[in-house]
């Protein structure tokens, strides 16, 4: 069955929603999981060869979101304790950056709490990612639910991608969030793309969802024709709604970014929160269950992995970063 579907994949063809169901539900032993990886990593070099993109995020305002995001250390209902403070100043942004491209990093993100940026903000966002452009990185944003004529201004500052998940499937999504809506998401992705943006948009697993609302979401992400899909993993933050759960065991977590390739052959699979926590010593499978694409250094609130370490991986497995 596993090699029936690479092979489908391999040739150009897509699979289908019952043919990934049954891959889902199968009962795995170590060796049928080592058979979906290699298939994994088959389509991975067929379609991404041995580039390796990197990103680095800088959490250019943190805490005191009126969001009500289960997950997140930042929402409205959370206790965690976190840093909370208004948007930081250029130089700071620009000082992690050049840290990140000298490291080899290729894109870099600001991402900012709340609903989304108010117009000050939006400003000094744009001049920073004119910065971002003249040193010569690929500059993304995550900045809330901004309208077209907000993202077309960061646009001309220089904005090549915009950042936006959709979290989780339609369903489940009002379980985990009440404060907006998937149609937000979803329209907020697409004037990002009539905006003429690279569009980077995926999800948080481990949260509570089940397999189904995993494959809702990665057909989803297909039909939106989304180029970069982070994967992101539950990291429970003492505090938070989803505080007491427990991370993903490594072998689901890498069986998810398998579905991911076979589904969304031709994207970048981008790997991102809660990798180290959940994967462990299984983080060096990342790119044999099919990943092309990392998220590198530490996320908004929670420590992620140094730059020498993914690089000294990505060199290991033979592959190369994307310039």
């Given at each position: 069955?596993?090699d029936?579907?690479r092979e489908?994949?391999i040739?150009?063809?897509?699979?289908?929603?019952?043919?990934?169901r049954?891959?889902?539900?199968?009962?795995?032993?170590?060796?049928?999981?080592?058979a979906l990886?290699?298939a994994?990593?088959n389509i991975?070099?067929?379609?991404k060869?041995?580039s390796?993109?990197?990103?680095?995020?800088?959490?250019?305002?943190?805490?005191?979101?009126?969001?009500?995001?289960?997950?997140?250390?930042q929402?409205?209902?959370s206790?965690a304790d976190?840093?909370?403070?208004?948007?930081?100043?250029?130089?700071?942004?620009?000082?992690?950056?050049k840290?990140?491209?000298?490291?080899?990093v290729?894109?870099f993100?600001?991402?900012?709490s709340?609903?989304?940026?108010?117009?000050?903000?939006?400003?000094e966002?744009?001049?920073?990612i004119?910065?971002?452009?003249?040193?010569?990185?690929?500059?993304?944003?995550?900045?809330?639910?901004?309208?077209?004529d907000?993202?077309l201004?960061l646009?001309?500052?220089?904005l090549?991608?915009y950042?936006?998940?959709?979290e989780?499937?339609?369903?489940f999504?009002?379980?985990?969030?009440?404060?907006?809506?998937?149609?937000d998401?979803?329209?907020?992705?697409?004037v990002?793309?009539?905006?003429g943006?690279?569009?980077?948009?995926?999800g948080?697993?481990?949260?509570?969802?089940?397999?189904?609302?995993?494959i809702?979401?990665?057909?989803?992400?297909?039909?939106?024709?989304?180029?970069?899909?982070?994967?992101?993993f539950?990291?429970?933050i003492?505090?938070?709604?989803?505080?007491?759960k427990?991370?993903?065991?490594?072998?689901?977590?890498?069986?998810?970014?398998?579905?991911?390739?076979?589904?969304l052959s031709?994207?970048?699979?981008?790997?991102?929160?809660?990798?180290?926590?959940?994967?462990g010593?299984?983080n060096?499978?990342?790119f044999?269950?099919g990943?092309d694409?990392?998220?590198?250094?530490?996320?908004l609130?929670?420590?992620?992995r140094?730059?020498?370490d993914?690089?000294?991986?990505?060199?290991n497995?033979?592959?190369?970063v994307?310039?």
């Open positions: 069955m596993i029936t579907l489908k994949v040739r150009g063809d897509a699979v289908s929603r019952n043919e990934v049954i891959i889902a539900d199968w009962d795995y032993d170590i060796a049928s999981l080592l990886f290699s994994s990593n991975r070099e067929k379609f060869g041995k390796v993109d990197l990103c680095a995020i800088v959490n250019a305002k943190s805490g005191a979101c009126p969001e009500d995001c289960s997950y997140c250390a929402s409205s209902k206790r976190i840093a909370v403070y208004p948007l930081i100043k250029k130089d700071s942004v620009i000082e992690k950056a840290e990140a491209k000298d490291a080899g290729k894109r993100c600001i991402v900012t709340g609903k989304k940026v108010e117009r000050k903000e939006l400003s966002i744009a001049a920073m004119k910065d971002l452009r003249n040193i010569g990185l690929l500059p993304c944003a995550t900045l809330g639910l901004l309208n077209r907000e993202l201004f646009k001309d500052h220089g090549e991608r950042h936006h998940n959709l989780t499937s339609e369903r999504f009002p379980e985990i969030c009440r404060t907006h809506t998937y149609y998401k979803l329209k907020t992705i697409e990002a793309k009539s905006a943006l690279s569009v980077c948009s995926g948080i697993f481990g949260i509570g969802e089940t397999w189904e609302d995993r809702d979401m990665a057909f989803d992400l297909k039909e939106l024709d989304i180029d970069s899909v982070p994967i992101n539950l990291i429970p003492k505090g938070t709604s989803l505080g007491q427990n991370v993903l065991h490594p072998f689901e977590a890498l069986k998810i970014i398998s579905l991911y390739r076979f589904i031709r994207k970048e699979i981008r790997v991102c929160g809660g990798r180290i926590q959940s994967l010593e299984f060096s499978m990342v044999m269950a990943a694409s990392l998220l590198t250094g530490n996320y609130t929670t420590t992620g140094s730059y020498v993914d690089l000294k991986l990505i060199r497995y033979g592959l190369k994307s310039v």
